[in-house]
């Protein structure tokens, strides 16, 4: 199983992003995937689920409103929009799967390499 993120980058206040993560390597039953960020000397944090089905979506109050997380089954791949950055978005954010939806990082068995975003006031 890997996991692949990418799409980071440097933007300004305001600006967006879109993140990918590529999930390879599940044969049976597609898995649900959820995005975390860490910034520096801070703790991760959720930022966003999405269920198996697409039919549960969950995101952090931080960034509710801002983001959205989608996806393309026929490319494997899992979205994170991200609108109207904040200089408090600059983390680098991770991807993970695990195959029975939940929000809580613990449960995430495959993390992807993490990709960079930072955002200048």
């Known amino acids: 199983v890997q996991l692949q993120a990418s799409g980071g980058g440097l933007v300004q206040l305001g600006g967006s992003l879109r993140l990918s993560c590529t999930v390879t390597g599940f044969t049976l039953n597609r898995p649900a995937i959820g995005w975390f960020r860490q910034a520096p000397g801070k703790e991760r944090e959720g930022v966003s689920c999405?269920?198996?089905?697409?039919?549960?979506?969950h995101y952090a109050d931080s960034v509710k409103g801002r983001f959205t997380v989608s996806s393309d089954a026929a490319k494997n791949t899992v979205y994170l929009q991200m609108d109207n950055l904040r200089p408090e978005d600059t983390a680098v954010y991770y991807c993970a799967a695990v195959l029975h939806y939940s929000t809580y990082a613990a449960d995430y068995n495959y993390w992807g390499q993490g990709t960079l975003v930072t955002v200048s006031s």
């Open positions: 999405l269920s198996t089905n697409n039919d549960i979506t």
